[in-house]
């Protein structure tokens, strides 16, 4: 049982390490050995202790990913994607206010145009109401052009 234990938290240790160093940094957390224990729920001492080879090798990874990025904390990098994520999202607001309000105008256009329809239909119910008992015959040209 032991030993699915320490599989386990090394396993944690390692998911920990990948989410800190893809950036991916919990609120109140940097990326260091603390967080590192912190975030796999690893005491420590036991990371210290019982897994020196995963605490190596998130030192070297960090070293390594900070040498390529000339950058002191993954977290600036986070910084970046999330602001470009916003950018990204307000042009897309954007765009969809745009949208609602063509939108808008169409329908405001359509409702116009129905009520002017409804009216003229009323204007030719009402003219034909007025008529009374009078009826149109059919032209004569057309009757005999029937035949």
């Known amino acids: 049982m032991p030993n699915d234990r320490r599989a386990n938290a090394e396993s944690r240790l390692k998911a920990a390490m990948d989410q800190l160093l893809a950036g991916d940094i919990?609120?109140?957390?940097?990326?260091?050995?603390k967080s590192l224990s912190i975030l796999a729920a690893v005491p420590r001492a036991t990371l210290y202790r019982t897994h020196p080879h995963i605490k190596e090798e998130f030192e070297n990874r960090l070293g390594a990913a900070r040498?390529?990025?000339?950058?002191?904390?993954?977290?600036?990098?986070?910084?970046?994607?999330l602001k470009a994520e916003v950018s990204s999202l307000k042009g897309r607001l954007s765009r969809m206010k745009e949208e609602a309000s063509e939108a808008s105008?169409?329908?405001?256009?359509?409702?116009?145009?129905?009520?002017?329809?409804?009216?003229?239909?009323?204007?030719?119910?009402?003219t034909l109401q007025d008529r009374g008992n009078i009826h149109t015959l059919p032209v004569?040209?057309?009757?005999e052009a029937d035949q």
Do not use: M, V, W
Not at 119 to 126: K, M
């Open 26 to 33: 919990p609120e109140g957390l940097q990326c260091d050995i």
């Open 67 to 81: 040498e390529a990025t000339g950058e002191p904390d993954p977290r600036l990098a986070q910084i970046d994607r």
């Open 140 to 143: 004569r040209a057309r009757i």
């Open 105 to 126: 105008e169409f329908k405001t256009l359509a409702l116009s145009r129905l009520a002017e329809q409804h009216d003229e239909i009323q204007r030719l119910r009402a």
